[in-house]
């Protein structure tokens, strides 16, 4: 407890320090230790604000449709491209993707904004329900946008074109994905395409490569990639 307790003291010093306090705490702090310490924390730390987003998280946790609620109300009572937005990304955030699909769509009907996030979280939205012509369909919009290459929309799209079996298309958009030291997932599904149209030399060759960066990688980070690393060594073993 004793270290602890100053542990707790450098930091208020510190903290008080940094944003340039009254003298005053620095002697509460340092000559009262504990008490000083703590009131610091509660009034000067601890603020309201940091209490609302606790008690907002908590919430969320144990009642995750409030949250809902809360924004179907408020876009209830101000209909604005902001408020719809802002509800369908959390109807996509707690997966209900049919009600994130028709919020996002009616946001398209605000020709004043900017169309490509809409846009791109109706690919993701589609693509979780395998609705591969509308992932289709509304990346066609955006395929041309800078923001495109490389995104997880376009990794949707080349998988949609591949569920189609417009293969050729889809290779050109899946080996965009195809990053040394990123992207793991989405290039274990590229060697996956490749051995499923019976190109085992591509498809080999791309899971040792993940293979050997994944011998690189720092422990949380294998920890984070673990079962796309084990897939990948399965699928090698079958090779």
């Known amino acids: ?41 509660i009034t000067q ?54 009600n994130a699909i028709l919020n996002y769509k009616q946001t398209l009907d605000d020709t004043v904004q900017d169309d490509y996030y809409a846009r791109q979280k109706l690919v993701q939205c589609y693509f979780q329900i395998n609705d591969y012509e509308s992932v289709i369909e509304q990346a066609e919009y955006i395929k041309e946008s800078s923001e495109f290459k490389g995104s997880i929309p376009q990794f949707c799209y080349g998988l949609a074109l591949n569920r189609k079996g417009r293969t050729d298309e889809a290779e050109i958009q899946l080996k965009q994905i195809d990053r040394p030291y990123s992207n793991y997932a989405e290039r274990l599904e590229l060697a996956k395409f490749y051995l499923e149209n ?9 899971l040792e490569e993940i293979s050997t960066e994944s011998k690189r990688l720092t422990k949380p980070n294998r920890k984070l990639y673990g079962s796309t690393i084990a897939e990948v060594q399965r699928l090698l073993s079958k090779l």
């Open 45 to 98: 730390i601890y603020n309201k604000r940091d209490a609302e987003k606790i008690q907002e998280g908590i919430t969320t946790v144990l009642n995750p449709t409030k949250q809902i609620k809360d924004l179907e109300k408020r876009l209830q009572f101000v209909d604005t491209y902001a408020n719809r937005m802002t509800l369908a990304d959390a109807y996509f955030k707690f997966k209900d993707f049919s």
């Open 198 to 206: 019976d190109r085992n030399r591509e498809g080999k060759a791309l």
């Open 1 to 41: 407890m004793y270290y602890l307790l100053i542990v707790v003291q450098v930091y208020c010093l510190y903290h008080a320090y940094k944003n340039s306090k009254p003298y005053y705490w620095y002697f509460l702090i340092f000559f009262i230790p504990a008490i000083g310490s703590l009131i610091y924390i």
